[in-house]
């Protein structure tokens, strides 16, 4: 076979797979879409899709007048009022997770790396049960939970960037085990706040956030969290070139001419303020970060390109759904969702590994 040909077919496959990836992308989007539909409708009270649609369409400007108004105030108050910026928080916190997770095991090049490692999950667990058990953070009167919860988690980053820095650089070996020790050391603080609660209630209740939950979400909330997503992907994106190169080690990125070290500082920053943003407003919800990236790479390969926009959507979409069966599995209360992600996403990860090792 000539060069010629060689290069010809090297240029059909490459097209063939750009093609393959627009292709899952644009499923994923189609997707994502009718799961946020779809998911608005059900619940201890159900909504049909018909319905949920014309009401979100009655909420459009100029398009009110052309939707005829066949649904009790009700459907509208649940539909518009509580499931629709439940679920768009849910696809805002499962696709940011998904990305954190992407980002966190780039750095320190381990596919085992998730987003909570550095201990931005414990930080912001203690912060938050002690607002929730002893009011200290009232002050910040309806957002006092995620405010305070954000607290704890940038004061326990900036903890760990410090520890981790040495001659100027990031040590990752340091920068994992610093994020381990401080993960101990907020954990034993949550515990001892727990332990000294005054009502048997207010543990009920931190507890159950701290397992994960939308059940919070209102439309005040959304705003922040989805602009930090947006940026952080956008940098990501921008910078994929560099993520990739970092998966063949420090000395090879450094090497082909990409800065490290600015590098290490980019993916730290966004994983933090993704992983902080994300428990601030719908506590901590594992597996996530772990699960999705290893099921985008499996689809596209370890190109960040793909990786990313693949992982985003596909979070997104558990996300929802597991909130979806959160809702109605002992209505008309609900699970944590960070229990119903491990039980599920557990067990699927386990049958992808083993179906992919014996590929």
Not at 52 to 60: D, P
Request: charged residues 10%.
């Amino acid at each position: 076979m000539t060069g010629s040909h060689l290069t010809s077919n090297r240029l059909l496959r490459a097209k063939q797979k750009a093609t393959n990836v627009r292709f899952i992308i644009i499923v994923l989007a189609i997707v994502a879409l009718a799961s946020i539909l779809l998911a608005i409708g059900i619940g201890p009270v159900s909504v049909a899709p018909k319905t949920v649609l014309q009401i979100l369409i009655s909420k459009i400007p100029y398009l009110t007048d052309f939707i005829p108004e066949n649904w009790t105030l009700l459907e509208q108050n649940i539909v518009w009022g509580l499931r629709f910026p439940r679920v768009l928080l849910g696809m805002i916190v499962g696709a940011s997770l998904a990305v954190t997770g992407v980002a966190m095991q780039a750095l320190v090049r381990n596919h085992l790396a998730d987003p909570f490692i550095l201990g931005v999950s414990s930080g912001a667990s203690a912060t938050a049960t002690l607002g929730m058990l002893f009011g200290v953070f009232a002050f910040l009167g309806s957002y006092a939970l995620p405010i305070s919860a954000f607290l704890g988690s940038a004061i326990t980053i900036i903890i760990v960037y410090t520890i981790s820095r040495v001659k100027g650089r990031i040590n990752i070996t340091q920068l994992l085990l610093s994020g381990v020790a401080l993960a101990m050391i907020m954990d034993a603080i949550k515990n001892v706040i727990t332990l000294s609660a005054p009502n048997a209630l207010g543990i009920h209740n931190a507890t159950f956030w701290l397992s994960g939950s939308l059940a919070g979400a209102r439309w005040g909330y959304l705003t922040l969290p989805f602009v930090t997503m947006l940026v952080c992907v956008i940098i990501l994106m921008i910078n994929y070139r560099s993520l990739n190169a970092l998966l063949l080690g420090d000395e090879t990125a450094g090497t082909l001419g990409y800065d490290v070290r600015v590098m290490q500082k980019v993916l730290i920053l966004v994983a933090s303020l993704l992983a902080g943003t994300t428990i601030a407003v719908s506590g901590s919800i594992g597996f996530v970060g772990l699960m999705v990236p290893h099921i985008a790479r499996l689809l596209v390969g370890s190109d960040h390109r793909k990786v990313l926009p693949i992982s985003a959507l596909m979070g997104g979409i558990l996300v929802v759904w597991t909130d979806v069966v959160a809702r109605i599995v002992i209505a008309p209360g609900e699970l944590p969702l960070g229990i119903l992600t491990a039980l599920i996403g557990g067990p699927f990860f386990i049958w992808l590994l083993k179906k992919n090792s014996k590929a």
